[in-house]
């Protein structure tokens, strides 16, 4: 069953369009990749799905219409963006930035033992609790980010180049743990990532954007198969 389905979606900044007419859905449970080269509109894409840029068309989540919502109403429905830049608050602690994900949550049990989910998942964040956030490493702030989207208790991980600026040993590290997160927690995630081979590993469906358009979508087996994908993204 699609938990989301995106129709016709197009999106803005100031008078310039940037997407031209989407249409892809994503699976309850599922992995879902967006592939594409700088400026094809990735990025916009989840900026849209949040409410954060100007759009039409239209975006049903789990039955729900959400398109044209605001930003907030868009995460209480259970959808966590972790964007590219990983968003740290640099003065609060690695364990106030974890609780500050949290902060629409009324359960303080539930929310404790998630905290300690996200420390299994991330035992150098459990290392590091104390720590200033601004301190961490990339790679640490990285693992920050997804474990700040994870204490939403979200139905829906909206991923924004989770490799940017990892060493190749830390980005597989991350990989594997989403890779975790989907089948333990059955977290729906949709990865936009450069890293094309590795989000091709990990996710069930792709789609590949160009300009504002998907040019191409099927299996990540499909689309890892195709001639003009392993041209183009995967070097061979």
């Known amino acids: ?14 008078q310039t369009q940037v997407l031209r007419g989407l249409d892809f859905s ?10 594409g080269a700088n400026g094809a509109g990735k990025t916009t894409t989840l900026r849209a ?12 989540f789990g039955g729900a219409k959400i398109a044209g919502g605001a930003t907030e ?12 830049g990983r968003g740290t608050f640099v003065r609060l602690s690695t364990e106030e ?22 420390f299994q998942y991330f035992p150098r964040l459990k290392e590091r609790r104390h720590q200033q956030a601004g ?12 474990g700040r989207a994870l204490m939403m208790g979200p139905r829906l991980m909206l991923l924004d180049e989770p490799s940017f600026g990892l060493a190749p040993n830390l980005t597989e590290e991350l990989f594997d743990i989403l890779g975790a997160i989907n089948k ?36 990540a087996k499909e689309i890892e198969q195709d001639e003009t994908v392993r041209k183009a993204y995967l070097g061979y």
């Open 97 to 118: 930035n974890l609780r500050l994900g949290a902060y629409t949550r009324r359960d303080p049990q539930a929310v404790g033992e998630d905290l300690e989910r996200v």
């Open 26 to 35: 994503l699976e309850e449970g599922g992995i879902t990749t967006i592939l």
């Open 1 to 14: 069953m699609a938990l989301l389905e995106v129709s016709k979606l197009e999106a803005f900044y100031g």
């Open 73 to 84: 109403s868009i995460v209480r429905h259970g959808i966590a963006h972790v964007p590219e």
């Open 135 to 146: 301190t961490l490493s990339g790679g640490e702030q990285q693992m920050l980010a997804v």
């Open 184 to 219: 333990e927690r059955k977290v729906s995630m949709l990865v936009v990532e450069q890293n094309a081979s590795l989000a091709l590993a990990i996710a069930d469906h792709a789609y590949l954007l160009e300009t504002g358009r998907i040019v191409i979508s099927g299996t």
């Open 49 to 60: 799905l949040c409410g954060m840029v100007r759009t039409r068309g239209e975006v049903a």
